[in-house]
């Protein structure tokens, strides 16, 4: 009996915690059936810790009707559903497409339009293309609406588009602060602050806002602006504001981020999941994370699970920094499962098909995997022809600038030329303090560094627990 609630089952548990808050807030049934089913898929959706089984009793039409209710609801709201119509649209009438039924919709949907909404900006500009269509076929009644439609959101439309090009502005200022380190960008703060607040204002500024606020707080480490910044977007989100699965996927993304560098695994694990509920352009980066924070909490099973089953995106994606990440934590995932014949061999492929890329884009995050496996296997002669071939010591060197930085490669090589004699136990004591002079570490850069100092003690003792001291 319960197979036959099998999809909706199913169906339930893809709804997001933003969602089913929304959904809350928008229920009207009278039926207690009904009521009794919207409520439980609410509170499975929004439940970290078990899921109840729907009652096989009630009628499935029911469970059908509460389907489609959802899939209206969300529907209604979502973001991208509207921009997709408005693209739409503008083709048909560029292309003379239209049919009088899209138009009969697009122009009741501009006579009912009261607020300012996520898409304003391309609803402005299609209504103006959609304008010049009407008077050319002297369509004199309806060419009135959409006039009216844009003298009313004139100054609206303007405001929208100024804030748009300062936004632009604001985004080439703070990647450069991330990129190249080279300039103060808390004179920003305020006014982003103000845009993101500002609910009279379109969605798309509001939320790209937000995406700034996230990225500065991140640069700075503002880590309590940061949480308290996502708390004020849970808010709006539930609320249906700026929704969208692709948005969301987005936020749960940063979370994971935002709780994994306050060392709150659990939570990054719980956000890391929602994260890859949906599939998009982004999914290959939010396995990564989630396969990151599974590695850190010590599930290394579920890990591998969870690669295994994004192995095809891995293979046909052409996203190289993802790519290289995702086969960086998958020859982590082997060695963490004693397979370390399948993790070198991984490790050795991947370098000989896209050295090129490898050394492009994320040249640490490769080599610190292999690393660990050869030094697992105590292949030290190996370390030492990777980093001559690569010029692995003149890339620490730079690396060493970053504000992440863990000397994992630079100690590997070190213990490497010791183990191979090529310099003696005081030497190797001075090179492996020598990475640490100068950068102060944060809680979370100590603590990878003791997890790197464990393992590589593994294989000389000694000198690793005189640097443990020294940190």
Same mark, same amino acid.
Request: hydrophobic share 35%.
């Given at each position: 009996?319960?197979?036959?609630? @099998? ?54 039409? *029911? ?50 339009? %009261? ?50 090009? *300062? ?30 607040? !500002? ?5 798309? !500024? ?14 700075? !480490?503002? !880590? ?7 708390? %004020? ?11 969208? #699965? ?14 994994? @560098?306050? &060392? /709150? ?45 994004? @192995? ?44 090129? /890329?490898?050394? $492009? ?33 003149? #890339? ?11 000397? &994992?490669? +630079? ?13 003696? +136990? ?13 950068? /102060?570490?944060?809680?979370?850069? *100590? $603590? ?19 640097? @443990? +001291?020294?940190?």
């Amino acid at each position: 009996m319960k197979r036959k609630l @099998k999809k909706f089952t199913e169906f339930s548990q893809t709804i997001l915690p933003h969602e089913a808050n929304y959904l809350q807030s928008v229920v009207q049934f009278t039926d207690g059936e009904k009521l009794q089913i919207i409520n439980l898929l609410i509170s499975n959706a929004l439940s970290k810790l078990e899921f109840k089984d729907f009652d096989t009793k009630i009628n499935k039409r *029911k469970y059908s009707y509460i389907k489609d209710w959802v899939e209206k609801k969300l529907a209604s709201i979502d973001v991208d559903a509207t921009i997709d119509w408005l693209i739409s649209l503008k083709k048909k009438i560029l292309t003379d497409a239209i049919s009088s039924t899209e138009e009969l919709e697009f122009l009741q949907y501009i006579i009912h339009y %009261k607020t300012v909404e996520y898409n304003f900006q391309s609803l402005y500009d299609l209504a103006k293309e959609y304008k010049s269509y009407l008077l050319v076929r002297m369509r004199y009644k309806d060419h009135e609406v959409i006039a009216d439609f844009l003298t009313h959101y004139e100054s609206t439309y303007q405001n929208a588009i100024d804030i748009h090009e *300062k936004l632009y502005a604001a985004t080439t200022e703070i990647t450069n602060q991330y990129t190249l380190n080279n300039n103060d960008t808390k004179h920003l703060e305020s006014w982003l602050f103000e845009v993101f607040n !500002n609910q009279a204002l379109d969605g798309k !500024n509001r939320y790209q806002a937000f995406v700034l606020l996230a990225f500065m707080y991140t640069n700075y !480490n503002e !880590n309590n602006k940061l949480k308290a910044l996502f708390d %004020k977007i849970d808010v709006y989100f539930s609320k249906g504001e700026m929704y969208s #699965r692709r948005l969301l996927s987005n936020y749960y993304a940063s979370r994971v981020l935002l709780h994994s @560098k306050q &060392n /709150e695994f659990d939570e990054a694990e719980y956000y890391g999941y929602l994260s890859i509920r949906q599939n998009n352009n982004d999914t290959l980066m939010y396995v990564n994370n989630l396969a990151a924070i599974l590695l850190r909490n010590n599930k290394a099973k579920q890990a591998f699970n969870l690669l295994d089953k994004y @192995k095809d995106l891995y293979r046909d994606v052409h996203n190289y920094h993802q790519k290289i990440g995702f086969c960086s934590y998958l020859i982590r995932v082997y060695s963490e499962l004693d397979k370390m014949d399948l993790a070198e061999a991984t490790a050795k492929t991947f370098l000989k098909k896209y050295k090129n /890329e490898v050394l $492009q884009h994320r040249w640490h995050h490769f080599f610190t995997s292999y690393i660990n496996i050869l030094i697992s296997r105590e292949k030290y002669d190996d370390i030492l022809k990777l980093s001559s071939k690569f010029k692995l010591i003149e #890339r620490e060197k730079e690396h060493q600038k970053k504000n992440n930085y863990v000397p &994992n490669i +630079s100690w590997s090589i070190s213990l490497s030329r010791y183990m191979e004699g090529k310099i003696n +136990s005081d030497k190797l004591l001075e090179e492996i303090k020598q990475p640490l002079e100068l950068i /102060e570490p944060t809680l979370n850069q *100590k $603590q990878l560094m003791f997890k790197v100092i464990d393992k590589l003690s593994n294989n000389l003792p000694e000198a690793f627990l005189k640097l @443990k +001291s020294h940190i």
